[in-house]
């Protein structure tokens, strides 16, 4: 039990763990999982007790983007029948939102495809915040609109965004393999723009691409060393109609794994579970959250999620309760840091579904193994056990909500 005990001191004294430590977690055996699982949430209730926040995405322009990102429903040459549509205008968007917020959603999401915004889809963007504040101040928006330019930050903060969202997705290293009209320095760049402007940042991943468990690590440290306040954790939708259609790579088991590592690594970071939690985790779900403090309400830009009253439901029978608006999210350190615009990463008191939105080296007795070995020892196996049979039956292509006469799921 070494290794859980020492990333549970580590997770309440806010202490990274090494890279070992953390490919040790994505290396444990199922035996171990309720182990990884209770370890991951002593550290969750410690920074965020059990709340669970509540996010509503909208999407505001469907499709049609010119990039080419292989995981994305969106993407350049998508066969996927996905819904697709232009700019909604403002009140459209605020009140798809409203749907949101009344089923207890605390942050609107609002996401457009595409490579990155014109200065007037930040004006669009701009008049769309502002009719969703007008009817409801509390609420935190978050824009996701793709590579920034210079100065569109600092115009979106001012119209009264709260948070800007652009996902690293997967390591440095394989970003090449999933994308090739832009980079990972691009994307990097987007987050530091977010950031210097004030906008919180929120910047995830996407797990089931077929990367390994070293490129999983690396885009989590990454994401902590830029200073990401809220980190999604997306589980791969393969779409039929894009080239990771065929990439069914996890189990609800891996699924949970990947949380808590990803928990320990960012341990007063919100964890987001976010595009995938239905299709992968399944009837885990309720086992994420003992992990991840924060979920999206309903569904999501280009596919159904279960009902909102199921996501409802399933909080309170966890034995969670909703953030409620004014509750705040991040642990007091983090939240002075963050309105005191000091995003550093790292283990000091300031520290750290796409373009928006799962055996250790152990005995039969179920000890763990020392970090390094179990990494070198599994990993064979555990690529064995996260295959994952192909459950095209679960993945829904979005029919209602925002773009459709249909009211959105909330
Ligand atoms: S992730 Fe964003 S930029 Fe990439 S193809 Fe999808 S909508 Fe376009």
């Known amino acids: 039990m070494d290794l859980l005990d020492t990333l549970t001191a580590k997770g309440l004294r806010r202490e990274l763990p090494t890279r070992e430590e953390a490919l040790a977690v994505l290396a444990t055996t199922d035996d171990e999982l309720l182990d990884v699982v209770a370890a991951a949430g002593k550290v969750r209730r410690q920074w965020f007790g059990r709340r669970v926040k509540l996010n509503y995405l909208v999407n505001l322009k469907s499709g049609l983007c010119p990039e080419d990102c292989s995981y994305c429903s969106q993407r350049l040459g998508s066969k996927a029948e996905i819904l697709k549509y232009t700019w909604l205008k403002p009140e459209q968007a605020a009140e798809a939102a409203a749907a949101g917020l009344a089923g207890g959603a605390k942050r609107v999401c609002l996401v457009a495809s595409g490579r990155g915004p014109t200065d007037r889809d930040i004006d669009r963007v701009a008049d769309t915040i502002a009719a969703i504040k007008d009817a409801n101040e509390q609420v935190e928006v978050c824009a996701c609109l793709g590579l920034l330019s210079d100065n569109q930050a600092e115009r979106l903060k001012a119209a009264g965004a709260d948070a800007y969202n652009h996902n690293l997705n997967t390591s440095e290293a394989t970003y090449g393999d999933i994308t090739t009209t832009h980079t990972y320095a691009d994307r990097v760049d987007t987050v530091q723009k977010a950031h210097g402007a004030g906008l919180s940042a929120c910047s995830g991943l996407i797990a089931g691409m077929g990367e390994s468990d070293e490129d999983l690590v690396d885009v989590v440290f990454a994401l902590r060393d830029l200073g990401s306040d809220s980190v999604p954790v997306n589980f791969l939708i393969p779409f039929e109609g894009t080239p990771l259609a065929q990439e069914w790579n996890l189990s609800p088991q891996r699924c949970l794994r990947i949380l808590a590592m990803v928990r320990f690594v960012c341990?007063?970071?919100?964890?987001?579970?976010?595009?995938g939690r239905e299709v992968h985790l399944r009837s885990l779900q309720p086992l994420g959250l003992e992990i991840a403090n924060s979920i999206f309400l309903g569904d999501y830009l280009t596919s159904e999620g279960q009902a909102g009253q199921a996501d409802?439901?399933?909080?309170?029978?966890a034995g969670f309760t909703v953030e409620g608006a004014d509750e705040r999210t991040l642990p007091r350190h983090r939240a002075d840091a963050v309105a005191g615009g000091c995003g550093g990463a790292s283990a000091s008191p300031c520290g750290t579904e796409a373009h928006a939105c799962g055996t250790g080296g152990c005995g039969p007795c179920g000890g763990h193994a020392e970090p390094a070995e179990a990494a070198a020892e599994v990993k064979d196996?555990?690529?064995?056990?996260?295959?994952?049979?192909?459950?095209t039956d679960l993945v829904r292509v979005r029919r209602r909500g925002a773009g459709t006469e249909l009211a959105p799921n909330a």
């Open 267 to 275: 341990p007063d970071i919100e964890v987001r579970i976010a595009g």
């Open 381 to 391: 196996l555990i690529e064995a056990e996260s295959s994952d049979e192909a459950r």
């Open 312 to 317: 409802l439901d399933m909080i309170k029978d």
